[in-house]
C-alpha cells in the first residue's frame, strides 16, 4: 500500500482553474523553477478558507500532500500577497509575464535566476506609481 507522501512547496501562484463542482486547479512556479499543477479541494465552497489566499502572483508556501491522480493542497502560508488589480496596466503587465511563463521552460543556463527574476518583477509592478 502507498503512503501519501507530505512536503512543501515554495513558489509565485501563476493560475487558477476551476474543476469540477466545488475544487480549482492551481498552477505554481516553485522557488526550484518548475511549474506544477495542484489540487485545492473544496475551495469553491461558500466560506471556503483557502480562497483568498490561492490568488495569482501571491508567493505561498504550500502543504502538499501527493495523491494518486493529483497532488493535493492541505494547506497554505502566505509570504507576501502581490497585489497588481489596482491598475490595469500592472494586470495586463502580470498576464503577459505570466503567459510567457506558461509556454516556456526556463533553460539550466537561467534557471537559477529565473524565479527571483520573475519575484521581483512583480515586485516592482506592484509598486510602481502610475498617473494616469
Known sequence: MR???KRQILGI???KQDYGEYDRLISILTKDERIETLMARS???IGAKMSTLLVPWNYV???VIDGKHWSIISGVNIIERIS???NYRKLLTALILTDIIN???PTEEVSSYFFSWFYSVLLDTSNYKLND
Request: without cysteine; positive net charge; aromatic residues 0%.
Open 61 to 63: 508556501l504550500l502543504d
Open 43 to 45: 475551495i469553491r465552497k
Open 84 to 86: 497588481l488589480n489596482d
Open 13 to 15: 501562484i501563476l493560475s
Open 103 to 105: 509556454k516556456t521552460e
Open 3 to 5: 503512503k501519501n507522501l
